[in-house]
Nanobody, 125 residues
Framework: QVQLVERGGGLVQAGDSLRLSCTGS????????MGWFRQAPGKDREFVAA????????LYADSVKGRFTISRGSASNTMYLQMNSLKPDDTAVYYC??????????????????WGQGTQVTVSS
């Protein structure tokens, strides 16, 4: 059974930092792009960032560009999201996803191969 598990969410104040991690199991994630999405209460799920399986290509939503950094671990099944200068608008459930595609495709595709269960990030003002 393929699983993606997110860790690292929590409650922080505006301006603080958090680092999320995503670990996949149940298959080899070589050639899979991985990405982060988020969903705030009452809003649709939105793209945050994606990274190619080699780590060479990254893509960010305009709202997080310059504040968030996506990276992959030495193992192809791990991924991180370093979030700096957090704002209350960043409050959401953050989801990890993996897809057999390019990083640029993850922001556009309606369905992706695998999803995690999500981790809550709350930023207080």
């Amino acid at each position: 059974q393929v699983q993606l598990v997110e860790r690292g969410g929590g409650l922080v104040q505006a301006g603080d930092s958090l680092r999320l991690s995503c670990t996949g199991s149940g298959r080899i994630f070589s050639n899979f792009a991985m990405g982060w999405f988020r969903q705030a209460p009452g809003k649709d799920r939105e793209f945050v960032a994606a990274i190619s399986w080699t780590g060479a290509d990254t893509l960010y939503a305009d709202s997080v560009k310059g504040r968030f950094t996506i990276s992959r671990g030495s193992a192809s099944n791990t991924m991180y999201l370093q979030m700096n200068s957090l704002k209350p608008d960043d409050t959401a459930v953050y989801y990890c996803a993996a897809d057999y595609s390019a990083a640029s495709d993850m922001a556009l595709k309606g369905t992706l191969d695998y999803w995690g269960q999500g981790t809550q990030v709350t930023v207080s003002s």
